[in-house]
C-alpha cells in the first residue's frame, strides 16, 4: 500500500516479498544476514512472501520466519513441489503451474520486494519487479541487500547503464541499496516513485 503525498510515495508496508538463492552460497555471512532481515521483518509485523523453498536461502527464509512467529506465505511451482524442495510447515502455500504464475502472485502479494543474493532465478524475478515500476504497471519498492558487497558489481552494470543512456538516472535512483537490514527496510518505506517516462529518444 502506498499513500501519495505530492511526487513522493510513502509507503504503508504490510508484506515484503523475498527473492534469494535455493543455493547458501559460499559464505555463512549469506545466511546470518538472511536470519537477521527475516527478525527485523517478523519484528515489525510485515507478512514475508517466498519462493516456498526448504532448501538454501530460501529455506533459512522459511526456518526464520517459523522460529520469528512471522506469518510467511510460499509459493511455489508445481514441478518444485514434486522435486521435494518445498517447505511445508509454513503460514500458507500456494503451488501453481508456472515459474510465470509464480512471479504474478508474488507480485500481487506483496507490497515492496527485498533482494538477497541468489543467482539466475533471482535476478529474473529482480528485473521483472524493477520494470514493472519503471513502465509505471504497479508504484512498489524494490532493495537490494548487499551482503558483504555481493551486488557491488550488479550496481556497477546499473551505473554504467546509466552512462551509456540505457537507463535514467532516476529508474536507477529507484533501486533501494543497503548492507544492513534495518537500513534497507527504512529506505523501502521512505522509497520515492521516479515520475519521469523510460524512453529518452522521444516524447511519449
Given at each position: ?11 504503508s508496508?504490510?508484506?515484503?516479498c ?6 547458501t552460497?559460499?559464505n ?6 538472511t536470519?537477521?532481515?527475516v527478525r ?6 510485515i ?8 532448501v538454501?536461502?530460501m529455506?533459512?527464509?522459511a ?11 510460499g ?6 513441489l ?7 510447515g509454513?503460514s500458507?502455500l500456494?503451488?501453481?503451474?508456472s515459474?510465470?504464475?509464480r ?9 515492496a520486494?527485498?533482494?538477497?543474493p541468489?543467482?539466475m532465478g ?19 519498492a ?5 551482503v558483504a ?7 556497477g552494470?546499473l551505473?554504467h547503464?546509466?552512462a551509456?543512456?540505457?537507463?535514467r538516472a532516476e529508474?536507477?535512483?529507484m533501486v533501494v ?16 516513485m521516479?515520475?519521469?517516462s523510460k524512453w ?5
Amino acid at each position: 500500500m502506498a499513500k501519495i503525498q505530492g511526487s513522493r510515495i510513502h509507503m504503508s508496508i504490510k508484506s515484503v516479498c523475498i527473492f534469494c538463492g535455493s543455493n547458501t552460497g559460499g559464505n555463512p555471512i549469506y545466511a546470518e544476514t538472511t536470519r537477521a532481515l527475516v527478525r527485523s521483518l517478523a519484528a515489525a509485523g510485515i507478512k514475508i512472501i517466498f519462493g516456498g523453498g526448504k532448501v538454501g536461502l530460501m529455506g533459512v527464509v522459511a526456518e526464520a520466519a517459523i522460529a520469528a512467529k512471522a506469518y510467511v506465505v510460499g509459493i511455489t511451482p508445481r514441478r518444485l513441489l514434486e522435486h521435494e524442495v518445498v517447505h511445508k510447515g509454513l503460514s500458507e502455500l500456494h503451488v501453481v503451474e508456472s515459474m510465470h504464475e509464480r512471479k504474478v502472485m508474488m507480485t500481487q502479494l506483496s507490497d515492496a520486494f527485498i533482494v538477497l543474493p541468489g543467482g539466475m532465478g533471482t535476478l529474473d524475478e529482480t528485473f521483472e519487479v524493477l520494470t514493472l515500476t519503471q513502465l509505471g504497471v504497479h508504484r512498489k519498492a524494490c532493495g537490494l541487500l548487499n551482503v558483504a558487497g555481493f551486488y557491488d558489481r550488479l550496481v556497477g552494470f546499473l551505473d554504467h547503464a546509466v552512462a551509456e543512456r540505457f537507463i535514467r538516472a532516476e529508474h536507477r535512483g529507484m533501486v533501494v541499496v543497503e548492507s544492513d537490514p534495518q537500513r534497507l527496510l527504512a529506505g523501502l518505506q521512505n522509497w520515492t516513485m521516479p515520475e519521469v517516462s523510460k524512453w529518452m529518444d522521444q516524447k511519449v
